[in-house]
């Protein structure tokens, strides 16, 4: 129950309707609560910190300014949304965000109308608030308002230029916010940042737009032609002052800023003022990730998604094991790409914005001049990568399984077709947990698959991870892909002699009776513990890890289905088109009888929620495993014991 007598504004304010009853001398106010209030969350609940403390002004501001949600706010990637959900209905069950059935940790249609596009992927912004902007257009709705808000590092993709490319020749009512702070999650790089650098430092050019703007604004109002002449004094002006033409005007954008992206009451001012001017806009906001708790703001990498963290001492906390742990996965691909790039000179690392994601930043520091980090780019990163390939060095492309569906055609027409060594990485594979299905690494096996010239394998540990990386840049490889998972392995003694795999080559796990288990990557692991369980129980399957999806190891699947009549297939990833599916072929290719049993991502997507948590959902843990067995096995008395 809010007080009402309690001095706070925020605890009064759900819906955008209820900001707009406070004046403009109350918004830094606001923006204090509203920052702190996140704060108070994210600490004690975990998610995505710096980004939506970047942008509380901006947020207040345009929800100020603009009559959401009749006016479509689309955020890109979502990163930023925290304070855009507690102002539109959601502070309530905001401390659900990112959980197993609360709240998504991405803007989301299904969850709210304030939300007018899924997003959780960058630079989809500018291209959906277009189609939004032509659509309203062609339906007669001109005073309604269309805003992409996208972050500098977003900027970078292919598909944000494609966006502006386009609605430059649109006569359309949009306005996209540039975010800029600099960063995505880690720090930007490329010839863009240094353009928007140039633009925010040029003294010169700020000094003298603050005295002109006012002057162009009111000559805009004398009419068409008035208008068209101060789109040229705006041009001349800005590619004098800066040297070298605007980008953005360039591409028809009228450009406005750089502006103080933490001034909310210039910012709802100069939103309110571009409402009133035609045709695509782009207003410049310079910000600061982390804006408001020091830390965050000193170490932005660091403070993008900290985890639980003490929000007095800011010290995050993190379990303290008796034991020593596994490592990260990411972590072992790391250092092994070190290790096999030191043995061999022909070897790079190659990742679109995520080196701290995917620890290619272990090479950049050991190696700066053989890691790339092309920007978020993944299409670029594909046909950079089979660019290297051609001139004989062998690219390890380090991308998120679930970001690696936007460079689909490079593999296949840039990679596969040309039969280039590049090995591809797939970090995030399978359920990837709080980020939900956005991020899930769901198909990547079904999709790798059936490409020609591809090899498709997965380990079930960090050893095995090792091995088919050493494997993978061996001579006539071609391309190859390596996926696993989020989160740690099962190995304390990880770092073991590399040795090569043979391709296409599983392995027994553990003899058996009646029932074959068969599995692929992380979650043979989860097999090997029911193994345990069945066996205390008197039931002994086998198991096999079939280490490759793509080639299969045949000799193996004869003795499987030779030997069984039952089998249980185990994946993280889609049953369809699957390792699954690819037994399911194998079968019915040569002719055998069995009673085949698959587990995995069932054909819809899955929501947010810790790994263990989807893992069960989804009846592919170690319990749906013990429970599909028992329906197959036969209890004994011997004391067979699963190795």
């Known amino acids: 129950m809010e007080d009402i007598n309690s001095p706070l504004l925020l605890p009064h304010i759900n819906y955008p309707a209820d900001l707009k009853q406070y004046k403009e001398q109350d918004l830094e106010q606001i923006c204090k609560e509203l920052r702190q209030f996140i704060i108070d969350v ?84 500018i291209s959906a608030a277009l189609g939004m902007a032509v659509a309203s257009h062609y339906k007669g709705e001109t005073g309604r308002q269309h805003v992409a808000v996208i972050g500098d590092g977003a900027m970078t993709a292919g598909l944000a230029f494609e966006g502006l490319n386009h609605a430059g020749i649109e006569n359309s009512n949009l306005l996209v916010v540039l975010n800029d702070n600099c960063m995505s ?28 703007s006012n002057v162009l604004i009111k000559l805009s109002e004398l009419g068409p032609n008035a208008h068209k002449f101060v789109k040229k004094i705006e041009k001349s002006i800005k590619g004098t002052l800066l040297k070298q033409s605007n980008l953005f005007e360039a591409l028809n954008f009228r ?85 096999l790039a030191e043995a061999n000179q022909k070897i790079v690392g190659v990742t679109p914005a995520m080196p701290s994601g995917s620890s290619m930043n272990i090479m950049m520091k050991a190696m700066p001049n053989r890691a790339f980090d092309v920007g978020i780019a993944e299409q670029h990163a594909v046909t950079f990568s089979a660019g290297l390939a051609t001139q004989g060095l062998i690219p390890f492309c380090n991308i998120y399984s679930s970001f690696m569906q936007r460079a689909y055609d490079q593999v296949i027409h840039d990679v596969a077709i040309q039969n280039l060594n590049v090995v591809f990485c797939l970090d995030r594979a399978g359920l990837a ?86 599995t692929i990557g992380h979650v043979g692991n989860f097999a090997v513990e029911a193994c345990h369980e069945l066996n205390s129980q008197g039931m002994h ?13 045949e000799a193996m699947l004869h003795e499987v289905f030779t030997r069984y009549k039952h089998v249980v297939t185990v994946e993280d990833g889609c049953l369809q088109g699957g390792i699954g599916s690819a037994i399911l072929e194998f079968m019915a290719d040569n002719q055998y009888h069995a009673q085949v049993k698959r587990l995995g991502i069932p054909d819809e997507f899955i929501e947010h929620g810790e790994q263990a948590e989807l893992w069960a959902l989804c009846n592919y843990d170690t319990n749906a495993i013990i429970n599909v067995v028992k329906k197959f096995a036969v209890s004994r008395t011997t004391k067979t014991i699963a190795s």
Request: proline letters at 6%; a positive charge; aromatic letters at 10%.
């Open 42 to 125: 994210v600490s004690v609940n975990g998610g995505h910190f710096g980004a939506s403390l970047g942008v509380v002004e901006l947020t207040v501001a345009l929800h100020y300014a603009l009559n959401t949600p009749y006016d479509k706010l689309v955020w890109d990637v979502g990163h930023q949304a925290y304070g855009h959900k507690i102002l539109t209905g959601r502070k309530s069950v905001f401390h659900t965000n990112r959980i197993l059935n609360g709240i998504s940790g991405f803007p989301k249609i299904s969850e709210s109308e304030y939300d007018t596009f899924g997003v959780g992927h960058s630079s989809t912004s």
């Open 185 to 212: 999650i880690d720090p930007n790089v490329g010839a863009l940042k240094e353009y928007l650098t140039n633009i925010t430092t040029s003294k010169s050019y700020n000094r003298f737009r603050d005295d002109i």
């Open 255 to 339: 450009y406005f800023g750089p502006v103080d992206g933490h001034d909310v009451v210039r910012l709802a001012q100069v939103i309110k003022d571009l409402k009133d001017i035609p045709g695509p806009k782009l207003l410049h906001c310079v910000t600061v990730k982390g804006k408001g708790f020091a830390l965050a703001e000193k170490d932005q990498t660091k403070w993008h998604a900290p985890g639980l963290f003490d929000k007095i001492t800011g010290e995050i906390k993190k379990s303290t094991a008796v034991k020593p742990q596994p490592p990260k996965y990411q972590d072992v691909f790391g250092h092994t790409l070190v290790e």
């Open 433 to 518: 947990g709080a980020d939900g299905a956005t991020h899930h690494g769901a198909y990547d096996l079904a999709y790798m698959r059936c490409i020609p010239n591809m090899t498709v394998a997965a380990p079930m540990n960090e050893e095995e991870l090792r091995n088919m990386m050493y494997t993978a840049q061996q001579e006539n490889m071609g391309p190859f892909s390596i996926r696993y998972p989020r989160g740690n392995g099962v190995l304390v003694d990880w770092k073991r002699p590399l040795k090569t795999i043979e391709k296409g080559k599983g392995r027994k796990i553990c003899d058996g009776e009646d029932v074959a288990i068969l």
């Open 541 to 553: 399957p086998a198991h096999y890890d079939m280490r490759f999806a793509k080639p299969l190891d």
